[in-house]
């Protein structure tokens, strides 16, 4: 009976330390996970690339959203800046709609921000990150373009990025430093744990999908150290 209960004991305690470990390693992760998407909303890459990629959000009736806006004032100025001679806007729409998020985005830059019709290309597919970074790739490979300025929000850049580097695009982030998502202190930390939650997400989940041109070595700490705390 005595051993009985000292193995049931040590049991006991395996179970506790095993669950322990797994959550201590899962928070150590999703630290590190903030910390460079915190880091990487921070950096802002000028490099001269084939195109701008301005990632699509909500329009209505063929007017940018304030977050879509803020996008794509950043992108013009990239392109008057001489960073890439064609921007690329990307997005679908939903039952009902009328434009695309790809057409708003266009229609805005070419009437309200004076950049030649010439210069936008519109990619109507598209209804979350990652279809559209599919989207793009599919654009890019079918006109020989090789790299890519990311516009996005800030704390989504490096989801967005990482996205477009796993098509097999060379990919670097130059997010928006204005709109919604940096109005406020608040909104600044939603987004990064938002964020955070997204890339844990594709990292561990859709990253493992088959067809995804995987840039070797960008993430494969991240899966290796949860798959090393998996007791199965």
Same mark, same amino acid.
């Given at each position: ?80 800046? #001489? ?23 266009? !229609? ?7 950049? +030649? ?10 209804? !979350? ?14 006109? #020989? ?33 204005? #709109? ?30 088959? #067809? ?8 494969? +700490? ?11």
């Amino acid at each position: 009976m005595r051993f009985l209960s000292q193995g049931i004991g040590w049991i006991v305690r395996s179970i506790v330390y095993l669950v322990f470990g797994t959550l201590l390693v899962a928070a150590l992760i999703a630290t590190a996970t903030a910390a460079h998407v915190w880091y990487f909303a921070r950096q802002d890459n000028h490099d001269h690339a084939n195109t701008i990629f301005v990632l699509g959000a909500a329009q209505y009736d063929g007017r940018p959203s304030e977050w879509l806006a803020a996008r794509l004032q950043h992108a013009a100025d990239l392109y008057e800046e #001489g960073v890439a001679p064609t921007i690329v806007t990307v997005g679908g729409k939903r039952e009902g709609d009328r434009f695309t998020e790809a057409q708003a985005g266009k !229609d805005y830059l070419v009437n309200t921000l004076d950049v +030649p019709s010439s210069a936008v290309v519109e990619v109507n597919e598209g209804v !979350d990150t990652l279809t559209s970074a599919e989207a793009f790739a599919t654009m890019a490979r079918d006109n #020989g373009w090789t790299s890519a300025v990311v516009v996005t929000d800030p704390a989504h850049s490096l989801r967005a990025t990482r996205m477009v580097q796993d098509q097999g695009i060379i990919a670097w982030g130059s997010p928006t430093r204005q #709109g919604p998502s940096v109005a406020t202190r608040s909104a600044q930390f939603n987004s990064i744990l938002h964020e955070t939650g997204g890339m844990l997400y594709y990292e561990v989940i859709e990253r493992e999908r088959p #067809g995804l041109r995987i840039n070797a070595g960008s993430a494969e +700490p991240v899966i290796n150290a949860l798959r090393s705390s998996t007791p199965w």
